[in-house]
Nanobody
Framework: QVQLVESGGGLVQAGGSLRLSCASS????????MGWFRQAPGKEREVVAV????????YYADSVKGRFTISRDNAKNTVYLQMNSLKPEDTAVYYC??????????????????????WGQGTQVTVSS
C-alpha cells in the first residue's frame, strides 16, 4: 500500500516554473507506475503525465508536452513534476496517484484515470496572467 503526499504548489506568474513533489510512505513505491493529474474548477480530473516504474517510459498530455517533465527517484520514494513555461490554463489542483491496475513489469504508462488509486490530497497551482 502506498500513501502519497503532494507538495510544491503555489502562485506563479505566467511563464514561470514550479516543481511538484509526491512522496510515498509505502515500501512498494517502485512497484507502481505513477501519474500526475489535475483538476480545474468546474472541470473533470485529467491526466497530465505518467511514468513507468523504472522511468523507462513516460506519457504526457498534449497540453503539457514540451513544457512539463515527470521523473522519479525510487530510492527516495518520490515522483516529481517539473513545470516550465506555465500558463494561466495550467491553474488547477494537482494530484499524484499510483497505477493499481496494470502490472508494473509491463512497463505500461496508462492514461486511464480509472487505473489509478491511492490518491494524494492535492496541491494547488495558480498561474497568474
Amino acid at each position: 500500500q502506498v500513501q502519497l503526499v503532494e507538495s510544491g504548489g503555489g502562485l506563479v506568474q505566467a511563464g514561470g516554473s514550479l516543481r511538484l513533489s509526491c512522496a510515498s510512505s509505502g515500501r512498494t513505491f517502485s512497484s507502481y507506475a505513477m501519474g500526475w493529474f489535475r483538476q480545474a474548477p468546474g472541470k473533470e480530473r485529467e491526466v497530465v503525465a505518467v511514468i513507468s516504474w523504472n522511468a523507462g517510459r513516460t506519457y504526457y498530455a498534449d497540453s503539457v508536452k514540451g513544457r512539463f517533465t515527470i521523473s522519479r527517484d525510487n530510492a527516495k520514494n518520490t515522483v516529481y513534476l517539473q513545470m516550465n513555461s506555465l500558463k494561466p490554463e495550467d491553474t488547477a489542483v494537482y494530484y499524484c496517484a499510483a497505477d493499481k491496475t496494470n502490472p508494473f513489469y509491463s512497463g505500461s504508462v496508462s492514461r486511464h484515470i480509472g487505473d489509478f488509486g491511492s490518491w494524494g490530497q492535492g496541491t494547488q497551482v495558480t498561474v497568474s496572467s
